[in-house]
């Protein structure tokens, strides 16, 4: 997990799992984990794949932004889909939820 945050720091906006324990003011990412699709056989897991929503929250629509985030999953090989795309009227603020597979590598020791 400590990885796809640094990953997504490259946006040089805040980033957290879950939610920030204070307000932030856009443009801001969250993430967390929904649901796994693991890959096993032999009643073993052989790869871990962890399923993530990742949220980005602007003040306005932002597609120079948004690309950014796309491509830095894509640098990374992290398929994505963007989930919904949404202006949240009482926080006056755009989300766009993408989901995405992330499978965290393993170090080689």
């Given at each position: ?66 690309e950014?985030?796309?491509n ?8 994505f ?29």
């Amino acid at each position: 997990m400590q990885n796809l945050k640094t990953l997504l720091e490259q946006l040089e906006i805040p980033v957290a799992y879950n939610h920030f324990n204070q307000p932030t003011n856009p443009p801001f990412v969250v993430f967390r984990r929904y649901s796994q699709s693991n890959f096993g056989a032999d009643n073993k897991v052989y790869e871990k794949i962890d399923n993530y929503y990742v949220e980005l929250y602007t003040e306005f629509k932002d597609v120079e932004l948004e690309e950014n985030l796309e491509n830095i999953l894509t640098q990374a090989d992290i398929f994505f889909n963007v989930e919904s795309e949404d202006y949240i009227d009482s926080e006056k603020m755009y989300q766009v939820i993408y989901a995405i597979n992330y499978k965290e590598e393993k170090n080689n020791v």
